[in-house]
Each structure stands twice: as C-alpha cells, then as structure tokens.
C-alpha cells in the first residue's frame, strides 16, 4: 500500500510546482490535468479485481507493482510532447501536455486504483479468523509506512526544492524494487480460491459482484468511506486557508496536521481488536457519529486547543472506518469475487476523492467562504451512521 504513494494526490502534491513550472501549467490547468486523471484512473479498478479473481493476488500484485514504478521511471522524463486543446463549459479551453496527463494518468490508475485493490485482497485474503485485528495492525503499519516515506521524501526535496525527475525517477526505482520483493515474498494460499469446490448457495463464497451491489452492506460501507475520503480530501487540500477563516495563523495549522497522526494510529489498533468483538455495522456508526460531531462543531471552535481537539476527532474517526472498509468486503461477501468486490468498492473512494476539492474549492469561490458547507456535510455523516446502525451484514455461512 505505501508503494502507491506516487499514484497519490499526496505524493504527487510533493512536486507540484516544480511540475508545474517545467511544462509552464496554471493551478487551474493543472487541476484539471489531475482531476480527469484521477476519474479516468479510477477505472484500472474494474480489471484489477476481475485479474485478482481469476489469476491470483501473487502475478496481478507483481505485475501491477512492476508496470506502475517503470510508469514512474517514465514519467521523470516526460517532455511536454503531444499537447492537446480541450474545451471548458465552451468558454474557454485548456492546453495539456498529453505525455504527461497519459503518465499522471497511468500512476493513479495503476498506484491509487489497481495497487490499492491488490493490498487489500492479499491482506484479506490471508488474514484468517482474527480478520479484523490484521486489518487494524495493517492500517497502522500503512499509516506509519506513508509516514516514513514522507519524512524521507522531505529530506530529498529540502535539498534541492526546485527539481523534481530526479527524486521522482527514485520513487519509481524503489516501486520496481518493491515488486521484486514481492515476487520473492508473495504465495497464493488456499484462501485465492473458493474453500469449497461447489459453495453453497447462500454461503458469502458464492456472492458476486452483482449480488454484493444489491446488499446494503456494500453501499453503507463504501458509501460511508469514500464519504469521509471526499471530505478528507477537500479539508486536506484547503486546510490552512479553513483554519485561517476561524481566525487561526499558520503554525496552528502545522500543528493540526501532526496532532492527527497518534490519534489515527491508535484508533486503527482500537478498531482492529473491537472488530473481532463489534459488529461491523455499529463500530462504523459509532465513527461516523464522532466524525459528524466534529464537522457540526468547528464552525464554532475558536480555540486553539479546540482545533487539536477537531483534528484529533477526524483522525480517530478516519482510522476507525478504514479498518472497517478494510475488514467487511470478505466477511460478508467471501473470497470468490473478492477482487471484483473491493474493485468496486475502491473505484468509489477513488472517484470521491477526485471530487472533495472541487466541492470545497466551489463552495469557497461562490459563498467566500468554507464555513457554510460544514453543517451540511455533519448531516449527511448523521444519516450515514443511522444508516450503519439498522443495516444487518450477510451472515458467514
């Protein structure tokens, strides 16, 4: 999962204007360049899950490991060839470099979509009984994994802040060697496959993807995460400038940023053991009700105190949902059509994700202000929850 961090809004956030400035991009342009990458890339979950299903985690997990760090490889000596006009509303249009958008394009398809399905259903597929603690040490040593992976990366860039294919073209040697690793590391176990020659028929083995798209359990689950990715998103990408309109300086908002990560951390372990206890269902309401409390209060924190108190709220709530976005797909729905399953599920987050900037970003310039959108996001958290609470998951046959 850390191995997908070039195909991320956040790992490529690291070298956006120096990006930016090589192939002479305005942030608007740039953004689109992005967003329509990102939706499109949205889609390699799609193949991912159906490969994983009929090949196995071992060859689709090399595979997509070794295409996206020669992507990377390539995308440090992008050029700006190829550029295309594309039209905005009929008002005006843009210019792209289309080798670039094509790469940019492939790292959040094949890092963001296609390698994240893969994490998941090689974790899934392998955790046995105790699923739900595995999920929660998994989420923790992702978290503290992308954490690594950035205080190197500060490192590197520090040095020179104004290059970029350099540091970028290491990323993509690391990936390459990564998927080595796995080659090495990585067996398909009695879990790829069905634990039955002939599943019965209402055992979660035999649920496809047809049948996981008309439970509740699908879309309460996917609905609710890739809900909370969206406003993550959007709040990560603005957040200064939030924080700023409650009357807050700069040094406040760094420290925001760092007082979130113990708190993430420790709700992935918590919600790693409650899940081998909890329902599901009621552990995801339970995050989502401290998640809707925290965007219901910061249009009135004015504290410096009560913006950690906030911070800390949303990590919490966010390390307690990942693990169980991470934990029901094989629960409820088996292994058969596990990775067509998550595919589905993680091209939701994905797609979501794309859109929280532009919601927070478009709120901001026709309102002027963040403020306003707050309440209502808090709301839709709120029927979420209620909607987890009376949802009942497939039993496991």
């Not at 190829?82 to 094509?102: A, M, N, Q, Y």
């Not at 893969?118 to 603690?133: F, P, T, V, Y």
């Not at 520090?158 to 990564?178: F, S």
């Amino acid at each position: 999962m850390v191995a997908t961090l070039p195909g991320r809004t956040q790992g490529l956030g690291l070298f956006t204007e120096p990006i930016r400035q090589t192939f002479d991009l305005d942030t608007e342009t740039y953004g689109f360049l992005n967003l329509w990458a990102t939706l499109l890339g949205g889609l390699f979950c799609f193949p991912c899950g159906w490969l994983l299903d009929r090949i196995g985690t071992r060859a689709v997990l090399v595979g997509i490991t070794i295409a996206l760090g020669t992507t990377v490889v390539v995308m440090s000596g992008a050029t700006g060839a190829g550029w295309i006009r594309l039209d905005l509303l009929g008002e005006r249009s843009v210019r792209l470099p289309f080798d670039l958008f094509l790469l940019v394009l492939l790292t959040r398809g094949l890092g963001q979509s296609a390698l994240s399905v893969a994490s998941l259903s090689l974790i899934a597929r392998s955790a046995g009984k105790r699923e739900g603690l595995a999920m929660g040490v998994y989420a923790f040593l992702t978290t503290a994994g992308f954490i690594a992976a950035f205080g190197v990366l500060r490192e590197v860039i520090q040095r020179d802040p104004h290059e970029w294919r350099r540091p970028w073209a290491g990323i993509g040697v690391a990936v390459l060697v990564t998927g080595a690793l796995f080659l090495v590391l990585v067996r398909n176990r009695a879990l790829d496959a069905p634990t039955s020659a002939v599943p019965a028929v209402d055992s979660p083995a035999s649920r496809t993807l047809a049948q996981a798209l008309r439970s509740p359990t699908f879309w309460v689950f996917a609905l609710a995460t890739s809900f909370y990715g969206m406003v993550v998103a959007g709040t990560s990408l603005f957040n200064e400038k939030i924080l700023a309109e409650r009357g807050f300086e700069k040094e406040v908002f760094l420290n925001v940023v760092i007082v979130g990560i113990p708190a993430g951390l420790a709700a992935n372990l918590l919600a790693g053991w409650l899940a081998t206890r909890w329902s599901l269902g009621y552990l995801l309401a339970a995050a989502l009700i401290v998640f809707a409390a925290a965007l219901a209060w910061f249009p009135r924190i004015t504290r410096e105190e009560e913006a950690y108190v906030y911070a800390v709220a949303l990590a919490a709530a966010g390390g307690v949902i990942t693990v169980t976005f991470f934990t029901v797909w094989r629960k409820a729905f088996g292994t058969t059509h596990l990775g067509r399953i998550q595919g589905a599920a993680q091209f939701l987050t994905v797609v979501f994700s794309a859109l929280g900037p532009l919601l927070f970003g478009s709120t901001h310039t026709r309102l002027g202000s963040f403020t306003p959108l707050f309440p209502y996001l808090a709301g839709i958290a709120g029927l979420m929850a209620i909607a987890a609470v009376l949802m009942r998951i497939p039993p496991n046959k």
